[in-house]
């Protein structure tokens, strides 16, 4: 086993190790990170730190990795600890070769590899370069990356074979490129991501663009990429096509040598023959040579808000639709200020913008959140889906999408294709057998005559009014105005024959001082038992009513979120967590993260979430504890030693608050008054719950346009009067 580790060693340059912090290693392991302060503080085999930035300890990445592969810890398989372990030693070489030059070096190397069609580590540095140079003999994509290597004759062996461990640890070359790209970000090459799209969005434009059905439809099918960057749009649209036979030709033209180069190389390692490729060096696509292409993908270039003109933007579409022939596609990702959103009615941009629609070119218009650009997170972003029809088969329909308010999952972009290709396929007009589910058909008309309008739906789609929810909201809002009286008649038949709510205080005299206690005194007097919480997975909590068991997290027990918010399947809590215990009734739950928290579960039967822990009273003691007076106790002690800004924790434990300790009869006296608030307090709640429902519920209805409010009924005075 130590041989085969050995012989699989990351390789690192000269007095560079890969060094870990705790939250790294939780990353590599896929748990949380005070489970690595566990490991650390339990298991005497765990790494030493070999070094620390500032108190934070560092580990040798290579340690760690071997020690959870020996151990079989955490929830990672031995394989993405492999390829997790090459990808940050590949971090490491930054210290040593500047981060472009890096990622360019590995990835000619493994472009190489892939054309050579085997290992580079047997193969001398000079010989390396011989296949370079006969491999690319016009110097177009790998040649000059690595004749150009400073201190080649030292590194480039070893770089070679990072190469082959990456492809080892990826299956396939094309596969270890294509992680060294996620990663580049990560290696210090933010010029190449600044202006890339996250992977599912460009992987949605690529399927809009309907290349996948035309390859399969007509031979010699070409797609073009404007603005083409590193090449993950290239790499979208070929992968959108993988299982095809016959592979589209690729047109793009970058003005940076470099990125062209790094493009060339993607697609290359991706199958992409040399003949089947034309990346220009420039800014002009060689359609003199190849026609004009049959889709076109483009992600328009970040301009700051300052200067970015909404005419400027759409000119240059504008100027893309010259390269569209007759029935040909564009997909085009820009500024949502200039293709969706609302422009000043009349102006240049406004008249332009409607010419696309009064031209029957543009067919789909949808808005997405911020985020699509990772590095300008506030950037928002849309779609516009460009198709030139034939006059005879001109419907003047366009499909409107808002997903500005939805996060965009595989699921949601998915069902976005699905419905676009289906509006395509009915010839681009609304499919009567299909009701779009996160957009709507309308006329282009209902834009064209307002000016300045924002080009999203204003409607919902007409089949939402058969919903079950739609449906049933009269009937729920009548239940909740039924509640509401119920809960009416019983406070008043509960109050009405309660005595008027009397604390009965007075200033305790000079001469009878209060007893103090803590928690930790309690609990030495064996009066009180602790008990932790349990570090439930994110994945396992489940909301909006699902799931067996309430699970107590601080967010319940400061108040931030009601209880019940969050719940656990019961197959899941005995089959991942098989020493979990349930709260018994009158448990006191803790918590001081992120603030003070104190809940009495009067139930019981829930589950602990960590930070929070269990205080419970023993009912065996000779002076008991009440839960409810301890735990109000605790909540206005711990109001004098709040966390201060900048600290990290409170003044004073849980366990070292000072409190009275009351003696029986006052104890008693106080937890009645307890007992009677809380009663009046869950009337309150109760009618404010229902009151938010029926606010909700109303408002819901308004919204949408399913509901409206007619006048009440006349009520005839009786007979009597």
Request: glycine content about 4%; hydrophobic content about 40%; aromatic content about 4%.
């Amino acid at each position: 086993m130590a041989g085969t580790r050995e012989a699989t060693a990351p390789i690192l340059p000269e007095e560079i190790s890969w060094r870990i912090s705790y939250a790294e290693i939780g990353t590599l392991a896929q748990v949380q990170r005070p489970v690595v302060t566990t490991w650390a503080r339990r298991h005497a085999d765990f790494p030493e730190p070999i070094a620390y930035e500032g108190a934070s300890p560092l580990f040798d990445g290579r340690e760690v990795a071997e020690w959870l592969l020996s151990t079989g810890r955490g929830n990672a398989d031995a394989g993405q600890i492999r390829a997790e372990l090459v990808l940050h030693t590949l971090s490491a070489w930054r210290r040593a070769i500047p981060a472009r030059t890096l990622v360019d070096t590995v990835t000619a190397l493994l472009c190489l590899r892939q054309l050579l069609d085997k290992p580079l580590a047997d193969l001398p540095w000079q010989a390396i370069l011989e296949c370079a140079a006969e491999t690319d003999f016009d110097d177009t994509f790998l040649q000059r990356e690595l004749r150009d290597l400073p201190d080649a004759d030292r590194q480039g062996p070893l770089l070679a074979v990072l190469a082959d461990q990456l492809t080892e640890a990826a299956y396939t070359p094309a596969e270890a490129l294509e992680r060294v790209m996620d990663a580049r970000r990560r290696l210090g090459c933010d010029d190449l991501v600044a202006d890339e799209p996250i992977p599912l969005v460009s992987r949605t434009m690529a399927c809009l663009t309907g290349l996948a059905r035309l390859n399969e439809r007509e031979e010699g099918a070409t797609a073009a990429v404007l603005h083409p960057r590193s090449g993950d749009l290239l790499v979208a649209l070929h992968e959108s096509v993988s299982d095809a036979e016959d592979s589209p030709f690729f047109l793009s033209a970058d003005p940076m040598p470099d990125l062209a180069r790094l493009a060339r190389r993607r697609l290359m390692a991706q199958g992409v023959q040399e003949f089947e490729m034309d990346l220009a060096d420039g800014e002009e696509l060689a359609t003199e040579d190849w026609g004009n292409p049959h889709v076109i993908a483009c992600c328009l270039p970040y301009e700051a808000a300052e200067t970015r003109s909404p005419l400027a933007v759409l000119q240059s579409l504008q100027d893309l639709t010259d390269l569209l022939a007759e029935d040909r596609t564009a997909v085009v990702l820009g500024p949502a200020d200039a293709l969706v959103r609302p422009l000043p009615a009349r102006g240049e941009a406004d008249r332009l913008r409607r010419e696309f629609l009064e031209q029957h070119l543009l067919k789909a218009a949808i808005s997405l959140p911020e985020g699509v650009l990772p590095f300008r997170p506030a950037h928002r972003t849309a779609i516009w889906l460009l198709h030139r029809t034939p006059e005879d088969k001109r419907t003047g329909q366009i499909l409107l999408a808002d997903l500005s308010s939805r996060s965009l999952t595989p699921q949601t972009l998915d069902a976005l294709a699905e419905d676009i290709d289906i509006f395509r396929d009915a010839g681009w007009r609304a499919d009567s057998r299909h009701e779009p589910r996160n957009a709507a058909v309308v006329r282009a008309t209902a834009l064209t005559s307002a000016p300045g309008a924002a080009f999203t739906p204003q409607h919902r789609p007409h089949a939402d009014r058969y919903t079950r929810t739609v449906v049933e909201r009269p009937a729920r809002i009548s239940e909740t105005e039924l509640r509401l009286q119920q809960l009416i008649d019983a406070t008043r038949s509960a109050l009405d024959h309660t005595p008027t709510i009397r604390a009965n205080a007075v200033l305790r005299p000079d001469d009878q001082p209060a007893r103090r206690t803590t928690v930790a005194r309690l609990l030495k007097d064996r009066r009180l038992r602790r008990l932790s919480g349990h570090r439930i997975a994110a994945e396992h909590l489940l909301t909006g009513g699902a799931g067996h068991y309430t699970v107590l997290t601080p967010a319940e027990i400061t108040g931030s979120a009601p209880v019940g918010s969050h719940r656990i399947d019961r197959a899941v809590l005995h089959t991942t967590y098989e020493h979990a215990y349930f709260t018994e009734p009158g448990d006191i739950v803790v918590t001081a993260t992120p603030s003070f928290g104190a809940y009495v579960d009067d139930e019981g039967l829930s589950v602990v979430a960590f930070p929070a822990r269990v205080l419970r009273a023993r009912s065996d003691a000779e002076q008991p504890v009440r839960p409810r007076a301890l735990a109000a106790l605790l909540r206005s002690a711990a109001t004098e030693h709040r966390r201060v800004s900048g600290a990290v924790r409170s003044a004073r434990r849980i366990e070292d608050l000072l409190i009275p300790d009351l003696p029986s009869d006052e104890a008693e006296r106080y937890d009645a008054l307890l007992a009677d608030i809380a009663r009046r307090t869950t009337l309150l709640r109760q009618h404010a719950a229902a009151l938010d429902d029926l606010t909700t519920l109303t408002a819901a209805g308004l919204v949408d346009g399913t509901l409206t409010l007619t006048e009440p009924p006349l009520v005839r005075p009786s007979s009597d009067s």
